[in-house]
């Protein structure tokens, strides 16, 4: 398993914009499987994104308005969200699949951060 630590979680007006960060421990960061789960008030925790070599998966509900990237000097994964909805409020995990595997699954990540929290207000 890999350290995953979240950051840049916050309150926010609908309309807005947050950037999430993630720093990862491990020497292979670059194969990894990165991604963005988030668990609203009482739902289950649900796939926002993810990133690994091959590219980039979204959501339907979030595509094209967050978007992934990578920066493996750093270790770090960031989700830049723009054009926030209150629909968008909960609580966001970093997850890292070691395998590099493209999956939607919880169960598929082994490794997961603390969460950030993220709440859009109208």
């Known amino acids: 398993q890999v350290q995953l630590v979240e950051s840049g979680g916050g309150l926010v007006q609908a309309g807005g914009s947050l950037r999430l960060s993630c720093v990862a421990s491990?020497?292979?960061?670059?194969?990894?499987?990165m991604a963005w789960f988030r668990q609203p008030p009482e739902k289950e925790r649900e796939f926002v994104a993810s990133?690994?070599?091959?590219?980039?998966d979204y959501a339907d509900s979030v595509q094209e308005r967050f978007t992934i990237s990578r920066d493996s000097a750093k270790n770090t994964v960031y989700l830049q969200m723009n054009n926030l909805k209150p629909e968008d409020t909960a609580v966001y995990y970093c997850?890292?699949?070691?395998?590099?595997?493209?999956?939607?699954?919880?169960?598929?990540?082994?490794?997961w951060g603390q969460g950030t929290q993220v709440t859009v207000y109208t």
């Open positions: 990133n690994n070599w091959r590219g980039s």
């Open positions: 997850a890292a699949d070691l395998g590099g595997s493209i999956s939607r699954r919880v169960a598929d990540f082994e490794s």
């Open positions: 491990g020497r292979t960061f670059y194969s990894y499987t």
